[in-house]
């Protein structure tokens, strides 16, 4: 079993009316890490668009960093296997930001960006696991739901 923990968005300044961005943001996060959570792929890949720009950048065990781009499914293939290795995960985030994203307007509210601190924890290989990481995201109105079509992660 697993638990994710969104936190409040911090509020630099109110949400713009008609464009609640901070429940936006919170309630994708939270089917996000629950995708995650509940090990649900299909789920998973239900939050990004099918041609998303998706780069993650990783540290090796030296530290050094890597930036690598995925598709939407390499991404899903990419966290699933990692869970896959995982026990006790759960994940929480102390920090979440929105606004309006830059070509759409609050009327609109078609387009939103997110920045969220995510920290992982559980126990991999019998060892402790944790990784915080800064998640950047940009979120479009799509039929009805909200998705991504832009995702960086960053590990710290």
Known sequence: AGSSQTGTAAATKPDPAGCPVSTIARTWLADLDGAIVQRDANLFMAQFDADA??????????GKATTLAFTRMELVKSTFASMAQLTEFSSRRPVVRATVAKGSTAAQCTRIEVESVVIESGVRNGGSYRIESLETFTLAKRAGAWVAVRAQARQQ
Do not use: E, F, M, N
């Open 53 to 62: 720009t998706i780069s993650a950048t990783v540290r090796d065990g030296q």
